[in-house]
């Protein structure tokens, strides 16, 4: 099992979580958020989880932005990972799994159909994990909500 925590902002938040023996730490990258945090302040977390000895995977996620500006911010911020909440098609996903081949890849999608399950399969090839979500109608992630699998059968 994997424990991620997500919308980490503060240094002695991420230090506190990462004491406790979670697997990895998410930090918002999509700026019109309440939990964005910028790629230097990120980077300044992870080098004091490195300096406290806290070996943590850190996850920068992401939605719907430039493959330019993902891969600029996942090298300035020393992600391990990314994680995808948009609408990125499985190109996108090659093309950036091509340009950090070094980092995780997660898709997330928003499910609500068996046609949302289905079309998870075109991505397998090009990244490490899919992340299943519920769907809502006003939201990419992060509802707390599970996913109706009575609405979907494979």
Same mark, same amino acid.
């Given at each position: %099992?994997?424990?991620?925590? !997500?919308?980490?902002?503060?240094?002695?938040?991420?230090?506190?979580?990462?004491?406790?023996?979670?697997?990895?730490?998410?930090?918002?990258?999509?700026?019109? @958020?309440?939990?964005?945090?910028?790629? #230097?302040?990120?980077?300044?977390?992870?080098?004091?989880?490195?300096? $406290?000895?806290?070996?943590?995977?850190?996850?920068?996620?992401?939605?719907?932005?430039?493959?330019?500006?993902?891969?600029?911010?996942?090298?300035?911020?020393?992600?391990?990972?990314?994680?995808? /909440?948009?609408?990125?098609?499985?190109?996108?996903?090659?093309?950036?799994?091509?340009?950090?081949?070094? %980092?995780?890849?997660?898709?997330?999608?928003?499910?609500? @159909?068996?046609? #949302?399950?289905?079309?998870?399969?075109?991505?397998?090839?090009?990244?490490?994990?899919?992340?299943? #979500?519920?769907? /809502?109608?006003?939201?990419?992630?992060?509802?707390?909500? $599970?996913?109706?699998?009575?609405? !979907?059968?494979?």
């Amino acid at each position: %099992m994997r424990i991620k925590i !997500c919308g980490i902002t503060r240094p002695d938040q991420a230090q506190a979580i990462a004491q406790l023996g979670v697997d990895t730490l998410g930090f918002i990258c999509v700026s019109q @958020t309440p939990r964005y945090i910028a790629p #230097d302040l990120i980077r300044a977390i992870a080098e004091t989880l490195t300096a $406290a000895s806290l070996p943590v995977a850190r996850i920068g996620v992401f939605a719907n932005a430039s493959l330019e500006e993902v891969i600029r911010i996942a090298k300035e911020a020393r992600f391990t990972g990314v994680q995808l /909440h948009g609408q990125e098609d499985p190109t996108f996903c090659q093309q950036l799994r091509q340009q950090l081949p070094e %980092m995780e890849t997660i898709k997330s999608f928003r499910i609500q @159909t068996t046609a #949302d399950l289905e079309s998870t399969v075109a991505y397998e090839p090009h990244v490490d994990t899919l992340l299943l #979500d519920a769907y /809502h109608p006003g939201k990419l992630g992060g509802t707390g909500q $599970a996913i109706d699998w009575c609405c !979907c059968s494979i």
